[in-house]
């Protein structure tokens, strides 16, 4: 297949009218959701990317792709099959989708998305971030949990990537839906490897490829149960743990040398049943084909082999988890880029990443967005100083702000100077900004948050841990593309964001 488009290239079409970018009639008809800027909302992964179009009659979420296996079109067809057939093709669990082989322009030439209904609710990461003080709300939660990991396994099915951004949560948790389904396994693809390997904070250390069969998300769900009754148990240990959409407790660090980690340690200290948790270490340890079904794992009944000692080779007290270990590196499903290095960042621009840096300067004010003729409020976080006339910047657009205010959610403020933190999304395009201080004007690399529960403030100890664990490969530097059409921020003032709190 010709290769792919980049993130720019999909970004650059989007801006375009639906009809010349959609090929299927009923995108072409539609409209594109944009963000504060005025341009076309993104939401990104490893391997694709989504864009949210309103039509007519429904909504849409168009998955675009960045890396596809070349089997792909086959793959879909018999995940279509499957799940539009006899008792699945109402099954509550799946969104309606539908893959188009030629279903966007882009560069004057078509391209495969898949056309999936848009499901309204909050991915499972947002979900128990949201609720993770709620021991009934997570106890709902962790029941359907359990009956869809039963529905799956009586149909066959493994959906391939189980993990917090791909399961959709409303009703209090008590309804649940699975999207992306790239690397599902249906019967019909006996016999094939997996075109991926999932995320691998929440995959077993010894999968690969050869492992595609019905029995696939096992781990991902004794997994999920697990991190879910110990949060239950013990609320805390959600920040304890740095616990975000990438990582409910536990790291793929930890899953590798569970007898090592610092996690497994901590936990071994204020778990209720330590059995549970010495179950789940000898399900890491022992080889992929031991994994039990989750049923029986669940059950009461089912005990380790033998109590296990966690003695991670590191200091940790009550309050803070410190990690020197070098043996025992940080594992990332995405590359690590410091963000407090602009040349390493705008390497990675059009790339999904795992950022980290100490911020150098919180700039909080409102300014006129896109077409929007309103003072908005922005919180712009800046890992650079600004007197270089380049830097990086994670920005919190007004729809960010405006609802954590509503929300009564914490934002970040000046006290956040100093403070690491880390983030998990994608680099945009360079921006050039006009600057009184900066004649050829101000160039700025940036992420955009889409919720408050990506950005998590670390320890000094555990930032440099995880940098020092994945450092950024020498990939060969691209040659992205420059916006200059991007609305320019003014000057504002805590005080303005202060007022919209008493609105």
Known sequence: MTDLPTLEDYLNTAQRNAKSVFLDMELASGSLELNALGLPRVRSGNFAIIFKVRCSKKTYAVRCFLHMPSDLKERYKNISDTLHKGELKNANVFSDFTFLEKGIVVNGKPFPIVKMEWINGLTLGEFINKHHNDSATLTNLKNEIRILQSYLYDKQIAHGDLQPGNLIVSKDGLDLKLIDYDGMFVPGLKGKKASELGHSNFQHPERNKDNFHSFLDWFGFIQLDVSLT???????????????????????????????????????????????????????????SSIPNPKHFYSNTFRAKKNYTYKPPFKSTESTVYTVDKSNPYLSDYQIVNGNKFPETNRFIGKRVEIIGKVVDVREGKSQF????????YIYLDMDELKKGKLFRIKFLPDIVEGAILSGSSLPNKKWIGKWITITETIQPKNILNHPSFPSGLLEIFVLVNNLNQVKVLSESEARYRLEGNKAKLEPASKPKTFTNLPKKLPGNQSIIDRIKKL
């Open 230 to 288: 110990f949060l239950i148990e013990n609320p805390n240990l959600w920040d304890l743990t740095y616990s975000d959409e990438e990582g409910i407790l536990f790291r793929a660090t930890d899953l590798t040398k569970p007898l090592e980690s610092k996690i497994f340690f901590e936990l071994s200290k204020q778990v209720v049943n330590i059995n549970k948790l010495d179950a789940f270490t000898e399900v890491c340890i022992n080889h992929f």
């Open 370 to 377: 896109g077409l929007d003729r309103r003072l908005r409020p």
